[in-house]
């Protein structure tokens, strides 16, 4: 498959329960992204990688905690989560010479119940 | 940080008319003003974006506009077509070197009556 994948696309899990998103880019870009996009608000960024190192923690709780093994693999693990992380959780790609050009993956939408 | 605030919320035209989304952002370092829509269920896409050394830029029936001094950027839809219909999310780049962090608007969901 081309361009960005996501991995489920949709997710209802417990508060106690341990579960991982999975985000694969096949564009060749070298940074990466999770955003969370939740109804009635704009997105927002979470997490940023170049080159497989984090450069952004957008001051987001340790019950997400991603991990990026390479540039085409991103991953976003989730733990002991609250019903206000319902969201859609998308994932997207870019070149570093062009950060503001985003690739988008279908996304996963989130229910915490 | 970066605060970028978009209007209208909603935005209801006929087809074969105009519509204009505007949005407005608070760091005069900012230098890039993309634009995205996303389709009912479908991922964000980018339709047109604008630098910070540029007032306007046209394709086909979008074009972008940029008031660096009041720190202003619109997008202008000719001819809306119902395929128009979706959410358009305005964007700014970040400053001080964070040039890959784009703080988005709440978004526009534009609907085309035909």
């Known amino acids: 498959e081309t361009g960005v994948t996501q991995t489920p696309r949709h997710l209802v899990m417990g508060m106690t329960n341990k579960k991982s998103l999975k985000c694969e880019q096949h564009?060749?870009?070298?940074?990466m992204y999770w955003y969370k996009q939740s109804a009635k608000k704009p997105l927002e960024l979470m997490f940023v990688y170049n080159f497989k190192e984090q450069t952004e923690n957008n001051s987001v709780p340790s019950r997400f905690s991603p991990e990026c093994p390479n540039s085409s693999h991103l991953f976003l693990h989730l733990h002991t989560l609250q019903p206000e992380d319902s969201a859609l959780y998308l994932c997207a790609s870019s070149h570093m010479a062009e950060p503001g050009l985003l690739y988008f993956g279908p996304g996963t939408r989130l229910t915490v119940t | 940080g970066e605060n970028v605030e978009q209007h209208p919320s909603t935005l209801s035209v006929q087809e074969g008319d105009s519509a204009v989304i505007k949005c407005t952002y608070s760091?005069?370092?900012?230098?890039?003003f993309p634009w995205y829509k996303q389709e009912l269920g479908k991922r964000p896409q980018l339709i047109i974006d604008i630098r910070s050394n540029v007032g306007e830029k046209k394709d086909q029936r979008i074009a972008v506009t940029l008031n660096k001094t009041a720190k202003h950027f619109s997008l202008h839809i000719t001819e809306t077509q119902p395929e128009d219909s979706a959410v358009y999310f305005c964007a700014a780049s970040g400053s001080g070197g964070s040039n890959y962090k784009l703080t988005f608007g709440k978004g526009t969901l534009l609907t085309v009556n035909p």
């Open positions: 564009l060749g870009h070298n940074a």
């Open positions: 760091d005069s370092a900012s230098n890039y």
